[in-house]
């Protein structure tokens, strides 16, 4: 009996990456694996410490509800005003979660990993699907917003629609909330 999976890069960037692994249900066997985010810092990077890859872990990881929402929003903002221009521009461009999206019917949870840049498993914790997905919306959102403020440097053609999506989205959101600068 063997499981079938699948790894897909979730989010990649100068600084970090993060991918995302997930089973097939095989005709063999009824049992699905639960699926698996692994982040981790590029040691070439700029950023040593791995910060940018710890920062961009602990929003994916935090819940979708309203509590200390705040703190979250301070979290966001400081991984925003982290990022480069050159890496909010590779974030925008290849971060991709439509395979994470459609999972969250057959598995409810996900387990998140954060490795250090030696490789070293740092932090684990086990997540609700939709509230990771909900937090990489987040991110993107609010670095569309920052880096529309500045004229981006590529426009990749086929985010173009999703881009017009979000910054109606991105809009009413803003007009109700208001976000440390």
Known sequence: MSITKMT?????????????THSFKNKATDSWETPTIEVSPVISAHDRDGALASSFFKIITSDS????????????WHFVESCSRKESEEFWENAAWTTLEA????????TCVLYNQRGEAVDVRICKTADIVSALRRVESSLFEYITKKPLAAVNSRRKELKKDLNRETHKYFLHHKHPR
């Open 8 to 20: 897909d890069m979730l989010a990649t960037t100068g600084a970090f990456f993060a991918t995302f």
């Open 103 to 110: 999972s969250i019917p057959t598995t409810p949870w996900t």
């Open 65 to 76: 509800s309203n509590d200390h929402r705040h703190h979250k929003d301070e979290l966001l």
